[in-house]
């Protein structure tokens, strides 16, 4: 049997960018043009009057640059101030500024700080739908606009109530060094990003998400291109500015609970309706336990969906030329990463949380997983019991024939992104006879063979890429029916609940009828909403 823990592959990686800038300095030791003063004579009176006038601007400059501060025009209140105060705010050349000058802002935000979740909707009524729901350490910008603040850097209002507090946050911006050493915390937020940024100055119109290691931790400042870039990958968990990379802090706690986030997808009135009522409410008041992010993606229609959620999914891949489940749920993981997540949760929108357990107990069983699968589907239900542990994945045969995609874990790394690129390829190829798991158990379950919908399906993508490729199984983890509580299960009609584990974590409804399966774990009180 092969154990697929004892090794470890990665994609290729880029070279760190370099961490040395060093200034270059012109050698003017043995210029000919130096003027030298011998025996009492200076330089010669045109000389003389040219340094004086030179002295004289030199001296205008300076007033200059203290007596008039920079200017904002941003509509929120911005309070900027400099470190150092015998420098000037704005350095011409920020490499040769000395290391211990750092720029300072404070801007006016909300914290929110209740117990729980706050929802943030699409339109200033408390009807609207749901865009995201923000955990309770988070923090946020905007405009007030009457009763609701107007989000900035990010869509979407919330309702201004005793759930809010004003407060006013501090923005720095080191050049060496970590924020620690000043006393503050990266800032691990795309919106706080480009907050900050505004405050201190720095000309921006986007934050891009850093993919590379030995970069500063969270928002940081690139100098040498005047970009500015957000890293939320674990790995560089610590790191502080080097070179032209300017870590941007903040005296904010990190909200590390709001790294974890679940995602929740839906398009049409069938699916959205189900959500709105009973999945997205059930998922936020779980996440409100754990102060976990909720990512809403929901339109009423696919190509609605696809343009204003995923359009900047994968630049340069035509999203349309692919299987729409898969790109629905590989779309949602990487918005949930470009908003910062460090591990993301995809549940199906039909889909319920029937307990409140972290779904990072999950994880703990294997740290090093870059993805937590589900092996409990009922298609190959015999093989599928048969799994001889509570976790760990086997030889792929056993997982292409027992995945279940429709609650699966997902790390913020570079190999998670690097697999989910290639199942997003693969799904071009579903209806290749390559692709078939039928072979591979007993009941001639085939994961692309489903009888409404052949050749597609995100399970299909997964398993022929896993087939494709099994070595990828050394970055996954398996969670099987043997486990307690039980990660995910299957859910069917209402006659069958009684056999349902008291011990599930996730429900998935399966059959045609949604509703009847999502209203009977209502009625049973498994499925709670508030």
């Given at each position: 049997?092969?154990?697929?823990?004892q090794?470890?592959?990665?994609?290729?990686?880029?070279e760190?960018?370099?961490t040395?800038?060093?200034?270059e300095?012109?050698?003017?030791?043995?210029r000919?043009d130096?003027?030298?003063w011998?025996?009492?004579?200076?330089?010669?009176?045109?000389?003389?009057?040219?340094?004086?006038?030179?002295?004289?601007?030199a001296?205008?400059?300076?007033?200059?640059?203290y007596?008039?501060?920079?200017q904002?025009?941003?509509?929120?209140?911005?309070h900027?101030?400099?470190?150092?105060?015998?420098?000037?705010?704005?350095?011409?050349?920020?490499e040769?500024?000395?290391?211990?000058?750092?720029?300072?802002?404070?801007?006016?935000?909300?914290k929110?700080?209740?117990g729980?979740?706050v929802?943030?909707?699409?339109?200033k009524?408390?009807?609207?739908?749901?865009?995201?729901?923000?955990?309770k350490c988070?923090?946020?910008?905007?405009?007030?606009?009457?009763?609701?603040?107007k989000?900035?850097h990010e869509?979407?209002?919330?309702?201004?109530?005793?759930?809010l507090k004003?407060?006013r946050?501090?923005?720095?911006?080191?050049r060496?060094?970590?924020?620690?050493?000043?006393?503050?915390?990266?800032?691990m937020?795309?919106?706080?990003?480009?907050t900050?940024a505004?405050?201190?100055?720095?000309?921006?119109?986007?934050?891009i998400?850093s993919?590379?290691?030995?970069?500063p931790?969270?928002?940081?400042?690139?100098?040498?291109d005047?970009?500015?870039?957000?890293n939320?990958l674990p790995?560089?968990?610590?790191?502080?500015?080097?070179?032209?990379?300017h870590?941007?802090?903040?005296?904010?706690?990190?909200?590390y609970?709001g790294?974890?986030c679940?995602?929740?997808?839906?398009?049409?009135?069938?699916?959205t309706?189900?959500?709105?009522?009973?999945?997205?409410?059930?998922?936020?008041?779980y996440?409100?336990t754990?102060?976990?992010?909720?990512i809403?993606?929901q339109?009423p229609?696919?190509a609605?969906?696809m343009?204003?959620?995923?359009?900047d999914?994968?630049?340069?891949?035509?999203?349309?030329?692919?299987?729409?489940?898969?790109?629905?749920?590989?779309?949602?993981?990487?918005?949930?990463?470009r908003a910062?997540?460090?591990t993301v949760m995809?549940?199906?929108a039909?889909?319920?949380?029937?307990?409140?357990?972290?779904?990072?107990?999950?994880?703990?069983?294997?740290?090093?997983?870059?993805?937590?699968?589900?092996?409990?589907?009922?298609?190959?239900?015999?093989?599928?019991?048969?799994?001889?542990?509570?976790t760990?994945?086997?030889a792929?045969?056993?997982?292409v024939?027992?995945?279940?995609a429709g609650?699966?874990i997902?790390?913020n790394?570079?190999?998670?992104?690097?697999f989910?690129?290639?199942?997003l390829a693969?799904s071009?190829h579903?209806?290749?006879?390559?692709?078939?798991t039928?072979?591979?158990n007993?009941?001639?379950?085939?994961?692309?063979g489903?009888?409404?919908a052949?050749?597609?399906?995100?399970?299909c993508?997964?398993?022929c890429?896993?087939?494709?490729?099994?070595?990828v199984?050394?970055?996954?983890?398996?969670?099987?029916?043997?486990?307690s509580?039980v990660?995910q299960t299957?859910a069917?009609?209402?006659?069958?609940?009684?056999?349902?584990?008291?011990?599930?974590f996730?429900?998935?409804?399966?059959?045609k009828?949604?509703?009847n399966?999502?209203?009977?774990l209502?009625?049973?009180?498994?499925?709670?909403?508030r």
């Amino acid at each position: 049997m092969t154990n697929y823990r004892q090794t470890r592959q990665f994609p290729p990686q880029k070279e760190p960018l370099s961490t040395h800038h060093p200034d270059e300095f012109e050698d003017i030791a043995n210029r000919e043009d130096l003027v030298h003063w011998r025996h009492g004579l200076g330089m010669p009176k045109p000389q003389y009057w040219v340094a004086a006038f030179l002295l004289l601007a030199a001296s205008m400059m300076m007033i200059l640059s203290y007596g008039f501060p920079r200017q904002n025009n941003a509509a929120m209140e911005i309070h900027t101030v400099n470190a150092v105060a015998q420098l000037p705010a704005v350095a011409t050349n920020e490499e040769q500024v000395s290391f211990t000058v750092k720029d300072s802002a404070v801007a006016t935000g909300w914290k929110i700080v209740c117990g729980h979740n706050v929802n943030v909707r699409m339109a200033k009524i408390t009807t609207s739908g749901v865009l995201e729901s923000k955990p309770k350490c988070a923090i946020l910008f905007g405009k007030k606009e009457g009763a609701w603040i107007k989000l900035q850097h990010e869509p979407g209002y919330m309702l201004i109530t005793r759930l809010l507090k004003k407060t006013r946050v501090t923005f720095t911006k080191i050049r060496t060094g970590t924020c620690r050493d000043i006393k503050q915390f990266p800032v691990m937020e795309r919106s706080a990003c480009q907050t900050a940024a505004l405050v201190l100055g720095l000309t921006v119109d986007k934050t891009i998400l850093s993919r590379e290691a030995a970069q500063p931790e969270g928002c940081f400042w690139k100098a040498d291109d005047l970009s500015l870039w957000l890293n939320a990958l674990p790995i560089n968990r610590g790191n502080g500015a080097v070179g032209a990379r300017h870590s941007i802090c903040w005296h904010q706690n990190p909200c590390y609970s709001g790294l974890n986030c679940l995602v929740q997808t839906a398009f049409g009135s069938k699916y959205t309706s189900l959500s709105n009522k009973y999945t997205l409410p059930n998922k936020i008041r779980y996440s409100s336990t754990f102060g976990y992010r909720v990512i809403v993606s929901q339109q009423p229609t696919k190509a609605k969906l696809m343009s204003k959620e995923f359009g900047d999914c994968f630049l340069g891949v035509n999203l349309n030329e692919l299987d729409v489940q898969t790109v629905l749920k590989i779309c949602s993981i990487m918005k949930g990463f470009r908003a910062g997540c460090q591990t993301v949760m995809w549940t199906d929108a039909d889909a319920a949380v029937l307990s409140d357990t972290p779904f990072d107990f999950w994880m703990r069983e294997n740290p090093t997983a870059n993805v937590y699968w589900s092996v409990s589907d009922i298609g190959a239900k015999e093989k599928c019991r048969g799994w001889n542990s509570p976790t760990g994945c086997h030889a792929y045969q056993d997982f292409v024939s027992c995945l279940n995609a429709g609650a699966v874990i997902f790390r913020n790394s570079f190999w998670t992104e690097y697999f989910l690129y290639r199942v997003l390829a693969r799904s071009r190829h579903l209806a290749d006879p390559f692709c078939d798991t039928s072979p591979f158990n007993t009941r001639g379950f085939d994961q692309c063979g489903l009888p409404d919908a052949p050749n597609s399906g995100d399970q299909c993508a997964i398993a022929c890429e896993v087939k494709a490729d099994p070595s990828v199984m050394h970055n996954f983890e398996c969670l099987s029916d043997r486990m307690s509580p039980v990660f995910q299960t299957v859910a069917l009609s209402r006659n069958w609940m009684h056999l349902l584990r008291k011990d599930v974590f996730i429900a998935n409804c399966i059959l045609k009828d949604k509703w009847n399966c999502i209203q009977a774990l209502v009625d049973l009180g498994r499925l709670k909403t508030r």
